[in-house]
């Protein structure tokens, strides 16, 4: 592959190692400073070795942060997330960087939260560590969440759980038609973190719970019609978009939306996008319990020839019982918090999980679908019958055996963040 650089004004490309055979390659062009442009920069690993996990278009006012873990979608491990902290304390202390881009490398922007290394850390005894894992994760997203700078992320491929803690707690989300969301955790016995109960609850309706308990899946276009996206750019214009962005050297977010807005297309739902059923998910997942969303979903299927009803109870019978009451109530409790508040509170859901204190589904769910990969999880327990009102709340539960509670610099950041609009 033939490395293209494109000028930006003022940005100058560099990598976390000074040996790197791209920054030598940058270093080698002799012209005012340039770029490797992200289109490039996503596609590269091949051609030019690389054990960085995390790659950085280092400018003056933009800086890029590109996920590069391509084999694993750029799935997030514990490495990635302190390097991702650094970067992002630093950017937001540099009076001069006014905007930071997230990206991924290859087909994925971010899959997810590496659990499969969190369960193997349990099962060797070695819970903390997992706890560890979503202590940092948690406190990313947050910052995130209350970022100073302008944040883009661009969702061009996989996007899922711990890939939507780092993209939509920020400003401006862009979505191509290779995106593909969802927030698939009850299907390995945990629950939709990373704040997802915060923004999953925020969305029309009761289309976030819909999303949350049976891990359904959207494209760009829905998400750009839902708001989880803010803007819709093919994938073939990433490049020129960053090169307009990597140029304004302004802390706008008005001015940056303008510019993103020029490399936009007009979508809308394809026929088959489950935002089509909008008044049958809300007339069913408005239910008090998973029991009677279940009802529900089951009488409807009972009187009508509409597969949607059929397919939709079969994501539910399939995943974890445990995992669908704790997350209903959670994204419930969402609704009326803060998005500290969400992830003060996932967190505690995580390291019970993690524990196993009171229940091992997140052990078998990741057996099943990431370690063996039998795809047949014996839940226990194995019915939403079984799985008490009181098993919930212990679950809930401040903790009482010495663990250290998600505690997050709420008062520090929030009273000097400007006003933002969400969601």
């Known amino acids: 592959m033939v490395l293209g650089f494109q000028r930006l004004a003022g940005l100058r490309f560099s990598l976390l190692s000074s040996h790197s055979p791209l920054r030598a390659a940058a270093a080698s062009v002799m012209a005012p400073p340039r770029a490797l442009s992200l289109s490039v920069a996503m596609h590269a690993k091949a051609a030019v070795p690389t054990e960085e996990e ?3 278009e280092d400018g003056f006012a933009t800086k890029v942060a590109i996920l590069n873990r391509p084999k694993k979608l750029n799935a997030l491990n514990e490495n990635m997330i302190d390097r991702l ?18 990206a ?14 969190v369960y193997h850390l349990g099962k060797a005894g070695q819970q903390d560590r997992g706890n560890a894992f979503f202590f940092k994760e948690y406190h990313l997203n947050y910052i995130l969440g209350t970022y100073k700078k302008i944040h883009v992320a661009l969702l061009d491929g996989v996007c899922m759980g711990g890939g939507n803690g780092v993209s939509m707690h920020g400003k401006f ?7 593909l969301f969802a927030m698939p955790e009850t299907a390995i016995g945990l629950h939709p973190d990373v704040g997802a109960s915060y923004f999953l609850s925020r969305l029309p309706g009761h289309l976030g719970e819909y999303l949350g308990l049976t891990g359904a899946r959207l494209d760009g276009a829905d998400l750009l019609s839902i708001g989880l ?19 304004l050297n302004t802390g706008d977010s008005e001015v940056v939306g303008i510019a993103i807005d020029e490399f936009c297309d007009v979508v809308y739902p394809g026929d088959k996008s489950p935002l089509h059923r909008r008044e049958d998910i809300d007339e069913c997942f408005e239910k008090e319990t998973v029991e009677e969303i279940v009802q529900a979903l089951e009488a409807k299927a009972a009187n009508s020839e509409d597969e949607w009803y059929s397919s939709t109870l079969a994501l539910l019978k399939k995943v974890s019982p445990i995992s669908l009451k704790v997350t209903l109530r959670s994204i419930r409790e969402g609704r009326q918090q803060s998005l500290f508040q969400c992830l003060e509170r996932e967190y505690r859901l995580s390291v019970h999980a993690v524990k196993a204190t009171h229940s091992t589904d997140f052990y078998e769910g990741c057996r099943a679908l990431l370690v063996d990969k039998d795809n047949k999880p014996q839940w226990n327990p194995p019915t939403l019958a079984e799985v008490s009102d009181e098993m919930v709340d ?3 539960a401040p903790f009482h055996r010495g663990e250290q509670e998600l505690k997050l610099p709420a008062q520090e950041r929030e009273s000097r963040s400007r006003s933002r609009s969400r969601l």
């Open 54 to 56: 995390v790659l950085v």
């Open 85 to 102: 902290l650094e970067l992002y304390v630093k950017w937001e202390k540099d009076k001069h960087v006014r905007m930071v881009i997230l």
């Open 104 to 117: 991924g490398a290859g087909r994925g922007f971010c899959a997810g939260g590496d659990v499969a290394t």
């Open 173 to 179: 989300r862009v979505a191509t038609e290779n995106t």
């Open 229 to 247: 996206a803010t803007h819709f750019v093919p994938s073939q214009r990433l490049a020129d978009l960053e090169d307009r962005l990597g140029g």
């Open 394 to 396: 212990d679950i809930f």
